[in-house]
């Protein structure tokens, strides 16, 4: 039933861009907060970015103020991450998710998350 299939992940160079997209289906992609997050290597997961149902307000980890930037396109059904100057501490396995239980602008669990989309920043 609900889906979320992430892909964009590459190798690339410190310094460099890439942009994440994470398609949904099986659910109602307009009536959901959504959020980035990621897990590096021997790492537990890490809260990267969150945006509400209409895009019109958006968070960030302190990590990644400044270099990300979390969109919507609700009519499409899809999430992005655009991703620039990315250093060597980005890389990481990238998930989508979908928030639940939303109190005060802030999802309390996330009920689905995707496959993940490997994100490698290195010379």
């Known amino acids: 039933q609900v889906q979320l299939v992430e892909s964009g992940g590459d190798l690339v160079q410190p310094g460099g861009s890439l942009r994440l997209s994470c398609a949904a289906s099986g659910f109602s992609f307009s009536s959901y907060y959504m959020s980035w997050v990621r897990q590096a290597p021997g790492k537990g997961p890490e809260w990267v970015s969150l945006?509400?149902?209409?895009?019109?307000?958006?968070r960030y980890a302190d990590s990644v103020k400044g270099r990300f930037t979390i969109s919507r396109d609700n009519a499409k059904n899809t999430l992005y991450l655009q991703m620039n100057s990315l250093k060597s501490e980005d890389t990481a396995l990238y998930y989508c998710a979908r928030g639940s239980r939303v109190v005060a602008g802030t999802p309390l669990l996330y009920d689905y998350w995707g496959q993940g989309t490997q994100v490698t920043v290195a010379s």
């Open positions: 945006i509400n149902i209409d895009g019109g307000s958006t």
